[in-house]
């Protein structure tokens, strides 16, 4: 298992839109058990269901874990994902 | 617009209207419910984009793992199945009401709407509306899918006693022009009865009449091809604003000029023939690309942002500016827009043409004070100007728009900006080219009056 923390830049968060392209990028490594967490809970990023019921806002912090399939890779795809995220 | 036409009562949903669904019997499972709504929204053929869209963010729901692993916890704790449905339907319901955004509040609406189609299916409670034309459908509410049943060219206004201004009834009705009336004590109406609609965003006051009045264009900003469709379909004259980011960010690579291409492409054809105003790539130090590492900046907003950061990295901009010229020769009779972002020099239009190499148009973002205060040079090397609102408010005022201790000050219908605006505008006039706004102050009805004395040419709104 690998994991990372980040932040969300984002000044509108984690809206529906980047969530299902967040949920997409997930699944798409087959294999990869992918969780996010904020210092709350902790959620199955492949479900965009639970990603939006964190309700996470610019400044939040959440930690990435990935188990299983090319956890590395996995791991560096979501946090790029959610470091760049722009509205 | 206030319209009167006779109520069609609209109760067709248990979740709006329980007393539909007592007394009923259970015909089959979740797990039966649960395949045959999937196979109903899977087959849900819509012409309508944005009705379609309700589906397949719909059919996204349903099979998302946690609302099964919800209803199956709620039965293996040993609930009857439709209480275990609704009691996971409440828990997820819930877990959204208390997230503080109203837009992602909205969302309980499909969530509840999914709920609903199972819980139905699962009654076996199907029931089909014949609206006559010109009636005013009167609801409790309306959720996503009920939004897409309806025929809004045939109907004269819709009043309903809950819903918000984000819902999708509330979007659709105004895009079509449909008025539509929220948080109306509804009882006591009945079938046939004549009721009226006040809907103060529809009609000759709204914004669209306005311009349209005026004789000058309605653009509309895309962010994606679908938005392109609905744009068109919805009778804008064009796209004032193509944000072209959704294509760099969210990759490990830089898109290749032929992957850029077939999506310019794409979205000329859905033009229609109709201008496209594409932006080039916007992005600095707050929105990195993940190919492309930049140094951190203590100020990113006075950084290596826009146009310059384009500059600095040619081969990305030669790419970009090759793939839409290429889509531009791609497709016959198609009118493409280049526009330049972040625009402070004379030297940086000229940087880009010679770099273009095209006979296409090309124009510039006024958002920056130096483009307002130097707008006759940068009129004399460029096709035309749209003036990018959010950000000049920003630079003009000199405060932060994310910053609630200066948000007082943010006000794009300050003095400055408007002084601004009407700056920009008489430089374009004088150079004899086009000037447009596409910032969200074209969408703020409180501004249509001043943006059309001051000359705007065009007004793109973030939606028809």
């Known amino acids: 298992m690998v994991s990372a923390k980040t932040v969300i830049n984002a000044p509108t968060g984690l809206h ?13 490594f087959e294999g990869s058990a992918v ?12 479900s965009m269901l639970s990603l939006l019921s964190l309700g996470l806002k610019a400044g939040t912090e959440v930690e990435i874990t990935v188990e299983g399939g090319r956890e590395a890779e996995a791991l560096a795809a979501v946090k790029a994902f959610i470091d760049n995220l722009a509205d | ?39 109903e929204l899977a087959a849900a053929a819509v012409p309508e984009p944005k009705a379609a869209e309700v589906f397949a963010a719909h059919l996204e729901i349903l099979e998302d793992p946690m609302l099964k692993e919800a209803v199956e916890a709620e039965l293996e704790a040993g609930k009857p199945e439709l209480e275990a449905l609704d009691a996971a339907c409440s828990g997820i319901c819930a877990m959204f009401s208390e997230i503080d955004d109203e837009y992602l509040r909205a969302r309980v609406d499909d969530v509840r709407d999914v709920f609903g189609r199972l819980r139905n299916a699962m009654l076996g409670i199907s029931r089909r509306h014949e609206v006559p034309a010109g009636s005013v459908i009167v609801a409790e509410e309306l959720l996503p899918s009920d939004t897409a049943e309806i025929d809004f060219s ?6 309903c006693r809950r819903g918000s201004s984000t819902s999708h009834v509330c979007i659709i009705a105004h895009s079509k022009g449909v008025p539509i009336q929220l948080g109306v004590d509804i009882s006591g109406i009945s079938d046939g009865d004549l009721v009226s609609v006040d809907d103060p965003m529809v009609g000759p006051s709204s914004i669209e009449s306005k311009v349209r009045a005026a004789g ?28 072209t980011e959704f294509l760099f960010l969210g990759r490990s690579a830089m898109p290749t000029r032929e992957e850029q291409k077939a ?6 054809e859905a033009c229609a023939g109709k201008p496209l105003t594409v932006r080039l790539l916007d992005v600095g130090g707050d929105k990195a690309l ?25 081969e990305l901009l030669e790419a970009q500016l090759g793939a839409i010229a290429d889509a531009a020769s791609a497709v016959p009779g198609s009118q493409v827009r280049v526009m330049i972002p972040m625009v402070c020099t004379v030297e940086e239009i000229r940087r880009v043409r010679e770099m273009l190499n095209q006979p296409l148009e090309l124009g510039i973002m006024v958002e920056t004070p130096a483009a307002v205060l130097d707008a006759a040079s940068l009129a004399a090397e460029c096709d035309f100007f749209s003036i990018g609102t959010n950000d000049l408010t920003q630079y003009v005022m000199a405060a932060d728009r994310g910053n609630s201790a200066v948000a007082g000050l943010y006000d794009p219908m300050s003095p400055a900006v408007r002084r601004a605006v009407e700056l920009a505008v ?31 040419d065009s007004l793109s709104l973030s939606r028809l």
């Open chain 2, 154 to 159: 045939s109907i004269a206004g819709i009043l």
């Open chain 2, 263 to 268: 999506l310019y492409k794409e979205a000329l």
């Open chain 2, 426 to 456: 008489s430089a374009a006039h004088a150079s004899g080219i086009p000037v447009g706004i596409c910032g969200e102050l074209a969408s703020d009805p409180r501004a249509t009056d001043f943006l059309l004395s001051a000359g705007l």
């Open chain 2, 1 to 39: 617009m206030v319209v009167r036409g006779p109520a069609y009562l609209w109760n067709c949903h248990p979740e709006a209207c329980p007393e539909l669904a007592e007394g009923r019997e259970r015909r089959i499972s979740f797990s039966e419910a649960y395949d045959q709504v999937r196979r």
């Open chain 1, 35 to 46: 969780k996010l967490a904020t210092a709350v809970r902790s959620v199955n990023a492949a």
């Open chain 1, 16 to 28: 529906a839109r980047p969530a299902g392209e967040l949920v997409a990028l997930v699944k798409s």
């Open chain 2, 216 to 243: 000058r264009k309605l653009y509309v900003n895309a962010g994606s091809v679908d938005d392109i469709r609905a744009a068109i379909a919805a009778g804008a004259d064009g796209i004032g604003l193509f944000r």
């Open chain 2, 290 to 314: 993940p190919y492309l590492p930049m140094p951190r900046e203590d100020n990113p907003f006075l950084g290596l942002r826009g146009v310059r950061f384009l500059l600095a990295h040619t």
